[in-house]
């Protein structure tokens, strides 16, 4: 099955751009998903990119996918406090009934 | 603006005893889905439905059981609760349209098996 990694800790000076990667092994992988889960909160979708597209756009937030390398990544811009949560990486293939979620990045952003 | 709601938000509850936690949903969703989350934060799926009287296990194994008796509502029943069940319990709800597979997650329980 599939299998989705990310590294589960990331610190940034509020101002500075996080950057928030995640790796997955189905190649055949439709649609990847970025989810942030804020302190005692469910998670909430914050975007997401179809496997023929290479870059979304969305505001502060920029995902980037590299199909070849099986690299999803999140670009938070100008990175405030609010922006201190978990971000999951989730994505579906094609054979796939539900999500593959990775295990999470703690992102933590210092005054 | 997502609408499904977990109650209840904190339980506290001695071993052995009996516990319902329910999941609710009025965006009319077919699919719901019960995920359990580690103190270390990542997910596993525990159970799902793709719609009423249908009832999966999910990847990981466990000893609770869920009904889908109307499409709204998903409860998910531990029978003796144990020390080992304490965790935080995420509900959600999918959509399938353009942009494939979106979940909407409710607020969560978190329960405590003392």
């Known amino acids: 099955g599939e299998d989705v990694e990310q590294s589960l800790f990331l610190s940034v000076r509020e101002g500075d751009s996080s950057v928030i990667n995640c790796t997955y092994t189905?190649?055949?992988?439709?649609?990847l998903y970025w989810y942030k889960q804020e302190p005692g909160a469910g998670l909430q979708l914050l975007t997401y990119?179809?496997?023929?597209?290479d870059m979304k756009q969305d505001q502060r937030l920029t995902v980037l996918l590299n199909k070849k390398d099986k690299h999803l990544s999140l670009r938070i811009a100008d990175t405030q406090t609010g922006d201190s949560a978990i971000y999951f990486c989730?994505?579906?293939?094609?054979?796939?009934?539900?999500?593959?979620f990775g295990s999470g990045t703690q992102l933590t952003v210092l005054p | 603006e997502a609408d499904i709601y977990q109650t209840p938000r904190y339980l506290v509850i001695g071993t052995g005893k009996k516990i319902t936690l329910e999941c609710s949903q009025t965006?009319?969703?077919?699919?719901m889905y019960w995920y359990q989350q580690d103190p270390g934060m990542e997910l596993h799926l525990i159970h799902y439905?793709?719609?009423?009287?249908?009832?999966e296990k999910g990847d990981l194994s466990s000893e609770s059981t869920v009904s889908r008796i109307r499409t709204e509502h998903f409860p998910l029943t531990l029978e003796s609760a144990r020390p080992s069940h304490t965790s935080q319990y995420l509900c959600?709800?999918?959509?399938?349209?353009?942009?494939?597979?979106?979940?909407?997650f409710g607020s969560g329980t978190q329960l405590s098996v003392l």
């Open positions: 959600a709800s999918s959509l399938t349209a353009q942009g494939g597979e979106k979940l909407f």
């Open positions: 189905d190649s055949s992988s439709t649609y």
């Open positions: 990119i179809f496997s023929n597209m």
């Open positions: 989730a994505v579906i293939s094609g054979s796939a009934r539900q999500l593959t």
């Open positions: 965006m009319g969703h077919d699919k």
């Open positions: 439905s793709y719609g009423v009287n249908s009832t």
